[in-house]
């Protein structure tokens, strides 16, 4: 989940009144630097500065020069910058250590993030390639499944905690997060070729076709309900149920359905905008880390677009972050009840944290408190009454029926 953005400017060295070119190296010394130290304090679990720095150098000292064998192992960042000289010095490319390193040291925290080369970056979204529809993060070596997103090629035959051992018939440890990602990415209706593993059981081998992710929010009525379907939450998902709802809200006299299912989350910000629609007081969620900036608690506006009317949520293993804190807030808050399955349990936060005008990294940084002040990291939103996933329009007309039979008791 994008949490904020905070720009770490890097100055030039000026003589008169014209800047010099930085000296070889220099940028990515001072990018290294910087997300060493951010990470070392600043990340949601404390992580000591020794095994930061070795799983930063690590992948650096993979190509040095035998002339430099004698560097000794990165313990902190005056002996990782060492490392990243001498790697330097054998030839090794700027762009690359510094990727190698950042991964590294997110691959150590066993959290969320990665590096973002920002003019591929800014490429690949004008580009828009499609996808299988998940999200990773990197353990022991591994690209784990973190979430999967409702409706793409995933969603029938990938699970959260699934590892991708091979990409077409390749094998991926070793890699870095971003190429893998890059890997499962291509032109819509193109197949990719998986190896998976899960718990205990033999490798599975798939296949998957690339499409272009569908995280457009959608409202109907259907007897006397309202049922609103949200597959991501994005910045302007608040404004789009607004828009959506107020219409529709003289033909529904029974209450609302907010389906969640397979909502892999989003902003934080944009979460709490869509649990503040329905709540009319009180705390929605907060949020827990090392940093003083990522210490506080959000409360409701004044107002509830569904005039009081019950609510009912649909979770499944999907359900996710942001997710999670709209379906925990909406029963603390609103007495919803809550259809499906038990939620991910992915309630972290991250930064995205600007290093140059060519490179960024993200990192888990809090950990996200529900409206009770209770963790949902790792531990998830517990239905109220439990039902099978793969539901598909059954656990709709399951949830019609229950606010018919709530509307009968008032």
């Not at 997110?106 to 299988?132: L, W």
């Not at 409702?150 to 390749?170: F, M, Q, T, V, Y």
């Not at 209706?189 to 599975?204: C, K, Q, W």
């Not at 998957?208 to 109907?220: E, F, G, K, N, V």
Request: aromatic share 2%; with cysteine; glycine share 10%.
């Amino acid at each position: 989940m994008k949490l904020k953005i905070i720009a770490v400017a890097l100055g030039g060295i000026c003589v008169g009144s014209a800047a010099a070119a930085p000296a070889p190296g220099s940028v990515g010394r001072k990018e290294v630097g910087t997300a060493f130290d951010l990470m070392s304090w600043g990340n949601v679990d404390p992580i000591d500065k020794a095994t930061l720095a070795k799983a930063c150098s690590d992948p650096m000292r993979a190509n040095l020069d035998p002339q430099f064998a004698a560097v000794p192992d990165a313990t902190d960042l005056k002996s990782l910058t060492k490392v990243y000289d001498a790697s330097l010095a054998s030839g090794g490319d700027e762009r690359a250590l510094v990727r190698g390193c950042i991964e590294g040291m997110i691959a150590a925290t066993k959290q969320r993030g990665g590096y973002v080369d920002v003019e591929r970056a800014m490429a690949d979204a004008k580009a828009r390639p499609a996808s299988v529809g998940l999200s990773l993060k990197m353990v022991d070596g591994l690209p784990e499944i973190a979430s999967v997103a409702r409706n793409g090629p995933a969603e029938s035959k990938l699970r959260i905690g699934d590892r991708i051992s091979e990409i077409d018939h390749e094998p991926v440890r070793g890699k870095l997060l971003s190429d893998i990602t890059r890997l499962l990415r291509g032109p819509i209706g193109s197949s990719v070729e998986l190896t998976v593993e899960r718990n205990d059981v033999a490798p599975i081998e798939l296949s998957l076709t690339r499409a272009m992710p569908s995280d457009t929010t959608s409202t109907l009525v259907r007897d006397g309900v309202g049922i609103i379907e949200i597959p991501a939450i994005r910045k302007d998902t608040p404004a789009a149920i607004t828009a959506a709802l107020i219409p529709l809200r003289p033909q529904v006299i029974r209450g609302y359905i907010i389906d969640l299912r397979s909502c892999p989350g989003g902003l934080l910000d944009a979460a709490i905008e869509i649990a503040d629609l329905f709540i009319d007081q009180g705390v929605i969620a907060g949020q827990q880390g090392p940093r003083p900036v990522d210490r506080e608690t959000r409360n409701a506006t004044r107002g509830d677009i569904a005039g009081g009317l019950p609510i009912i949520v649909l979770t499944d293993h999907g359900t996710a972050s942001g997710a999670e804190i709209v379906a925990a807030a909406l029963r603390e808050r609103r007495k919803a009840k809550i259809l499906g399955q038990v939620t991910a349990g992915m309630g972290t936060t991250s930064t995205v944290i600007n290093l140059s005008d060519r490179a960024a990294f993200s990192f888990t940084t809090a950990r996200i408190l529900q409206a009770n002040g209770s963790s949902l990291d790792g531990q998830g939103v517990k239905p109220d009454i439990e039902m099978p996933s793969g539901g598909g329009q059954e656990i709709i007309s399951a949830a019609i029926a229950l606010l018919a039979s709530e509307g009968a008791k008032r």
